[in-house]
């Protein structure tokens, strides 16, 4: 089954400062994707990224990078130079499987705060 | 404007009530999906469809029905028998997980239902 764990709840910090937000997830397929979702006061959830299983290359968006590693199973988010717009719930989901059943599976999510 | 639909964004019922929240896309998307969210639970999987008249349990899926009759709609009713029915909503699609699984998922607002 599969599985997407953020260990981390909540993470405080002061603007400008970087901040990195875990994902470990699990799952039986060779064939899957990791999706990392943004999820703003208003509660709607934002895409930010999505990195298929065979790409472990990092990337890097403006302020925001992914570091994917396969062999620890682990998708992760860095937010450089924080900023206070940048305060919200920070979703990681994997989906696996594709035909009847295949999913998505989030995390619990990381509530980040950025202070001024 | 392409998008989700939920409505209301928030709902009241009394406790034993059954009661239907709506969701609507006009992606052109096959799959669709409902998830609860409670606080420090991040969001749970209730139901999903990835085709018309079709659909398969979450992980959350008791006290929770559906259907699905057309490709846009997807409505989800709480019924008397959910046990803890207040919580968010969110409600979501995506382009056929069946066949890809490199796409994202479109989330609506979200209705908050409080039963009292």
């Known amino acids: 089954a599969q599985k997407v764990t953020q260990a981390q709840t909540e993470i405080s910090v002061v603007e400008k400062e970087d901040v990195t937000l875990d994902c470990v997830y699990e799952?039986?397929?060779?064939?899957?994707?990791l999706f990392w979702y943004k999820q703003p006061p208003s509660g709607e959830l934002v895409f930010l990224i999505r990195?298929?299983?065979?790409?472990?290359q990092n990337e890097i968006s403006g302020r925001y990078s992914w570091n994917f590693q396969k062999s620890t199973s682990s998708f992760n988010f860095t937010i450089t130079a924080s900023q206070v717009v940048d305060s919200a719930v920070y979703f990681c989901a994997l989906s696996e499987a594709a035909g009847a059943n295949s999913k998505l599976t989030f995390g619990k999510g990381i509530t980040l705060s950025v202070r001024p | 404007d392409g998008g989700i639909t939920q409505s209301p964004k928030y709902l009241f019922r009394k406790e034993g009530q059954n009661v239907t929240l709506s969701c609507e896309q006009n992606l052109n998307h096959d799959a669709m999906y409902w998830y609860r969210q409670d606080p420090g639970q991040g969001l749970r999987l209730i139901y999903y469809?990835?085709?018309?008249?079709?659909?398969q349990k979450g992980d959350i899926a008791e006290g929770y029905s559906v259907s699905r009759e057309k490709k846009e709609s997807f409505p989800l009713t709480v019924t008397s028998a959910q046990k803890n029915p207040t919580a968010f909503y969110l409600c979501?699609?995506?382009?056929?997980?069946?066949?890809?699984?490199?796409?994202?998922?479109?989330f609506g607002q979200g209705t908050r239902l409080t039963v009292v």
């Open positions: 799952t039986r397929d060779t064939t899957y994707y």
């Open positions: 979501a699609s995506s382009k056929s997980l069946w066949e890809d699984l490199n796409t994202e998922a479109f």
């Open positions: 469809s990835q085709i018309v008249n079709d659909f």
């Open positions: 990195r298929n299983s065979f790409d472990e």
